[in-house]
T-cell receptor, first 110, second 113 residues
Framework: GEDVEQSLFLSVREGDSSVINCTYT??????LYWYKQEPGAGLQLLTY?????DMKQDQRLTVLLNKKDKHLSLRIADTQTGDSAIYFC??????????FGTGTQLKVEL | DGGITQSPKYLFRKEGQNVTLSCEQN?????MYWYRQDPGQGLRLIYY???????QKGDIAEGYSVSREKKESFPLTVTSAQKNPTAFYLC????????????FGSGTRLTVV
């Protein structure tokens, strides 16, 4: 079955770049997503990348996809305290379902 | 504004009781999903429905039930058979077609007292 893995915690200083990594197992994934969850809230879609792309940039966010290694990363430039949240990667396997990773808790320190 | 509304935000259940969590969307999305979130475990799929009057079990369906009588609504009942129901429950919907991510509700926190 599909499996998506992320490290649980990441701590960075304000103004630095954050890189959140994700590995997945389903080679048939067509789209891969990054979601952000603030405390006590639902998930907010940040960005997504189609599987035939290597990179996608959207303002402070850069997504890199290494399809050969099944590795996805999210880089947040100039990280701010408002970026503190849990970040989930997700992939579409077969059908209309998303499989989510365990989430990475990003803590931004002053 | 279109979106997904979950209610209530907080819910307390006594041992042996059934409780129903509401999820309503006005996005005209066909597919709807229920996830359970526990600390450090990410999101686990409980049930999903791709069309009215049809739904499928997810990875952790035991102790839960759903219905999909209307396109807009996908209520989740947590039954007394669910032995560890304390968790954060998230409802989501999705338009048909590839490339569209889910839209999530704001969640319901269920606590057994």
């Amino acid at each position: 079955g599909e499996d998506v893995e992320q490290s649980l915690f990441l701590s960075v200083r304000e103004g630095d770049s954050s890189v959140i990594n994700c590995t997945y197992t389903d080679s048939s994934s067509t789209y891969l997503y990054w979601y952000k969850q603030e405390p006590g809230a639902g998930l907010q879609l940040l960005t997504y990348i189609f599987s035939n792309m290597d990179m996608k940039q959207d303002q402070r966010l850069t997504v890199l996809l290494n399809k050969k290694d099944k590795h996805l990363s999210l880089r947040i430039a100039d990280t701010q305290t408002g970026d503190s949240a849990i970040y989930f990667c997700a992939e579409t396997g077969g059908g209309n379902k998303l499989t989510f990773g365990t989430g990475t808790q990003l803590k931004v320190e002053l | 504004d279109g979106g997904i509304t979950q209610s209530p935000k907080y819910l307390f259940r006594k041992e042996g009781q059934n409780v129903t969590l509401s999820c309503e969307q006005n996005l005209n999305h066909d597919a709807m999903y229920w996830y359970r979130q526990d600390p450090g475990q990410g999101l686990r799929l409980i049930y999903y429905s791709q069309i009215v009057n049809d739904f499928q079990k997810g990875d952790i369906a035991e102790g839960y039930s759903v219905s999909r009588e209307k396109k807009e609504s996908f209520p989740l009942t947590v039954t007394s058979a669910q032995k560890n129901p304390t968790a954060f429950y998230l409802c989501a919907s999705k338009s048909q077609g590839a490339g569209y991510g889910y839209t999530f509700g704001s969640g319901t926190r269920l606590t057994v007292v």
